[in-house]
């Protein structure tokens, strides 16, 4: 499908990549990963052909058909579920078409010639044919689910796209990109804005497509959920490893340890080799076993380590102050805007050492709830009253914005640093955070937003609070940095309430958790996966919008009872059969393909005497997808038929 060979890539003195090569086939599901700055960004670029290589080759599938999701989305004046639709280009412009021929042909005048009038009605059918191939009468339908899906409500869906805020507005560009179905996906970062109801259903959604897609993502879990293909992007190079993330780091270790013992080896080599050349130098007659050796070391290639990705310290939070056993007592809360209720009597409790996830999706109230807590906002009645000696302190994306740009870090975090901390206490903290040496004295306004993020955190722990209010605090954060704090927030001595879309964090940090959905703040019976599983089961069974397949008329009707209605006993004994036929051959190509793939991820194929042999190689996975592919819906027909 994507064939890089040899590609380089410079911007200025910085090179991106450095004579390397990748090859994605069909079907494959890919994570692309890096440090952050490796190119990640720049490599879709290149792949989509929206970016030029400086060396190299760049191979993509006759026809292919690449879809990117957006990172910006204009508002508009049309329904998000228009918006959605309009992700198929060839369906509204056929549409449109359509309508057109069909409003000529109810029009027509009476001095129109038959030939002409026969004509337009040809032109018409074969738009109303190619509609029905592409499903245009379910279309809204199928819009509708994703949309729902990613977490509109069925009423949202009529509202035009500028009544969103720029997070849901990224959702119906999810959407539409999904809508659009090309060959292959391009996802950078895809679940930033989503809760982790969505991201369980879009995960779920990835799971079970048939076409390639290359994702960019810091969620660990997230790509252990949904990528069968890792690449690694690192020091102008791409490594690929067979697996999801996990499968690659165990993959990855074992490299590591395989190129020491290597360059461990060659060391030993090189000495004795050096030995001999010292010990008989001056002898004439060894004169030509030493010029071997003189020569062995020149032709000798140098191994050199792996670049291994850096390690992260360990956040060492500061040990919070005792406090009471009941930490927090709510009861009967309530909190409405402009007369729209959000919370309606809540209640519940938190202990001292608790800590809790908020579960919901966006919207429900999660970040209302946690400022009604933190004395953000007041509650319209109800009681929200903290226990004896305890501090809160709140964490949200806002806080990033607060920081001051002209400060320094050392200076910036010091703002909060408790009565009798010292400057190398408040050193070893930052260092913990990413922040160490010379980085220390880093203007704020040079900070990245992952850099800010980790310095409002430090600022937060710094407070002296023994109650956490945190509320999306891994956004921003690369995979290490996102690691490190979950660590730290699992070992933490106090209490917290934590909103967030990443599900290992939640996972590991979390002790209990309360959904917040219709205005009310219930306990979870059950696992958190549970949970995840039936939203996204409830998702998919959502009831079609009505009048969204209206348009397919009696004469879809028509069909649908013919189809029914000719399945006599002895086509469906035949039908049983051939579909037996077809799953066994499905087994041979899925066997076939699997053994093509695995020539395919040797690296050795990839070198130029083997040139031949990639071609062939990459022509027959080609084939196989093509025949796989169209026997699969062969059976899917037949299975439709025997149902």
Not at 289 to 294: E, F, I, P, Y
Request: charged share 25%.
């Amino acid at each position: 499908m994507i064939l890089l060979e040899n590609i380089s890539k410079s911007f200025g003195a910085q090179t991106v990549l450095h004579q390397t090569s990748l090859a994605i086939h069909t079907g494959e599901k890919v994570g692309l990963i890096g440090p952050n700055g490796a190119g990640k960004t720049t490599l879709l670029r290149i792949i989509e052909g929206l970016e030029e290589v400086d060396a190299g080759f760049v191979g993509r599938h006759n026809g292919l058909r690449i879809g990117t999701l957006r990172q910006e989305m204009e508002p508009s004046d049309r329904t998000i579920l228009l918006e959605t639709l309009h992700g198929d280009r060839e369906l509204i412009h056929l549409r449109t078409q359509h309508g057109q021929l069909q409003a000529q042909l109810g029009d027509a005048p009476l001095d129109r010639a038959e030939a002409e009038q026969q004509q337009l009605a040809s032109q018409w059918g074969d738009i109303d044919h190619r509609l029905e191939e592409i499903g245009s009468y379910d279309a809204e339908s199928r819009a509708s689910a994703i949309l729902m899906g990613l977490g509109f409500t069925r009423e949202a869906l009529a509202q035009p796209l500028h009544a969103f805020s720029g997070g849901w507005r990224m959702r119906v560009a999810l959407a539409q990109l999904l809508f659009s179905k090309p060959d292959l996906f391009l996802l950078d970062e895809p679940t930033n804005h989503l809760d982790m109801e969505s991201v369980a259903w879009f995960e779920n959604y990835l799971r079970h497509i048939p076409q390639t897609f290359v994702a960019v993502s810091h969620d660990r879990g997230f790509l252990n959920r949904v990528t069968q293909v890792t690449v690694e992007l690192e020091g102008g190079e791409l490594s690929r490893f067979q697996g999801a993330f996990d499968a690659y780091v165990e993959q990855k270790a074992a490299l590591l340890e395989q190129r020491a013992k290597l360059i461990l080896q060659q060391g030993q080599r090189v000495e004795a080799i050096t030995r001999f050349i010292n010990r008989f130098r001056a002898k004439a007659t060894k004169a030509k076993q030493v010029q071997s050796r003189v020569k062995q070391l020149h032709r000798m290639e140098t191994l050199e380590p792996l670049a291994t990705r850096a390690e992260v310290a360990r956040i060492r939070l500061p040990e919070p102050s005792r406090s009471a056993l009941k930490m927090l007592t709510v009861r009967e809360m309530n909190k409405s805007f402009d007369d729209k209720p959000i919370l309606s009597g809540v209640t519940f409790d938190c202990l001292r050492g608790e800590k809790i996830g908020l579960l919901g999706p966006n919207g429900a109230g999660k970040t209302t709830l946690l400022k009604l807590l933190a004395g953000v906002l007041p509650s319209d009645s109800g009681q929200c009253l903290l226990g004896d000696r305890v501090q809160p302190a709140y964490f949200t994306q806002h806080a990033m914005d607060a920081l001051n740009p002209e400060a320094t870090l050392l200076a910036e975090a010091g703002e909060g640093m408790p009565k009798g901390m010292s400057e190398s206490a408040l050193r070893s903290l930052l260092g913990s955070f990413l922040f160490s040496g010379e980085e220390a004295f880093k203007r704020v306004k040079v900070l990245s937003g992952g850099e800010r993020a980790r310095l409002a955190l430090v600022r937060l722990f710094l407070s002296g609070a023994n109650l956490l209010l945190l509320d999306e605090p891994t956004n921003h954060l690369d995979m290490e940095s996102r690691a490190a704090l979950g660590e730290a927030l699992e070992s933490y001595k106090g209490s917290l309430l934590l909103v967030t879309h990443d599900r290992d964090l939640m996972q590991t940090v979390c002790s209990r958790f309360l959904v917040v959905s219709g205005g009310r703040v219930t306990p979870l019976e059950g696992e958190l996966e549970g949970y995840l599983e039936q939203v996204a089961q409830s998702r998919n069974d959502a009831p079609p919008k009505k009048g969204a397949e209206s348009r397919k008329g009696s004469r879809d009707d028509k069909r649908q009872a013919s189809k029914i209605r000719g399945q006599a006993n002895s086509e469906l004994r035949l039908k049983k059969q051939q579909a037996r036929q077809l799953e066994i051959h499905i087994q041979q190509l899925e066997s076939e393909q699997s053994t093509v793939r695995q020539q395919l991820a040797d690296p050795e194929i990839y070198q130029a005497i083997h040139k031949e042999t990639l071609k062939e190689a990459l022509e027959r996975d080609q084939k196989i997808a093509k025949d796989l592919e169209k026997t699969l819906l062969e059976w899917e027909e037949v299975s439709l038929a025997i149902d």
